[in-house]
């Protein structure tokens, strides 16, 4: 099984519809971030958490919402999901201590179409 | 914040070399990295600097200046399957540790050719 793992993997959404996106992890760490990336822009950070009690906002969290379960799991949800949140997401996960020798571990990424 | 800037894409030869070159401005610098994206797919760790100088690993290598805000990502020996994404990302510094993260650029997109 993957380390960081993103469901679904590819989603098709109306305009208008609430939609969550969900993030698992067995790396044991305690920091996850939800990142987007459209073509030229790279990866712009959405939300990120350093622990379960800890939510932060990141550069573009207007329209998003974020819930922390467990250290495990991370999940993102659009309230009312707009084209222009047509992305490709990804899910990462690191722990600060390794950091310099592994970065980030990402999921697979969720291609989000909303039409 | 910070501020990256990479350039949109590079096309090289197989066997030759190619230097990608990142500049900065940030608030604050804690580290810069360097991922490589092959389309559609995750980004994945190749290197880390945190000090002035020259980090080595394989055919890749990876400069940082921080006194000019730049970096460079040196890829040697270049093979077909090194055609991908690669991403300059600086880590930031905060009062709180949520200061912490990583900015990302925009990406330089290598094209390998035979």
Not at chain 1, 84 to 90: D, K, R, S, V
Not at chain 2, 70 to 84: G, I, N
Request: with cysteine.
């Amino acid at each position: 099984d993957a380390d960081v793992t993103q469901t679904p993997r590819n989603r098709i959404t109306k305009t208008g519809k609430r939609i969550m996106l969900e993030c698992s992890q067995t790396k044991g760490h305690d920091r996850m971030y939800w990142y987007r990336q459209d073509p030229g822009l790279g990866l712009r950070l959405i939300y990120y958490s350093f622990d379960v009690k800890d939510i932060n906002k990141g550069e573009i969290s207007d329209g998003y919402s974020v819930s922390r379960q467990a250290q495990a799991k991370f999940s993102l949800s659009l309230e009312s999901a707009i084209p222009n949140q047509t992305a490709l997401y990804f899910c990462a996960t690191s722990d600060p201590y390794t950091e310099a020798n592994y970065g980030y571990t990402f999921g697979s990424g969720t291609r989000l179409t909303v039409v | 914040g910070q501020n990256i800037d990479q350039p949109t894409e590079m096309t090289a030869t197989e066997g030759a070399i190619v230097q990608i070159n990142c500049t900065y401005q940030t608030s604050g610098f804690n580290g810069l990295f360097w991922y490589q994206q092959h389309a559609g797919e995750a980004p994945t760790f190749l290197s880390y600097n945190v000090l002035d100088g020259l980090e080595e690993k394989g055919r890749f290598s990876s400069f940082l200046s921080r006194s000019k805000g730049y970096s460079y990502l040196l890829l040697k020996e270049l093979q077909m399957k090194d055609s991908a994404s690669y991403l300059c990302a600086v880590r930031g510094i905060g009062i709180k540790a949520a200061g912490n993260k990583l900015t990302f650029g925009g990406g330089t997109r290598v094209l390998v050719k035979p």
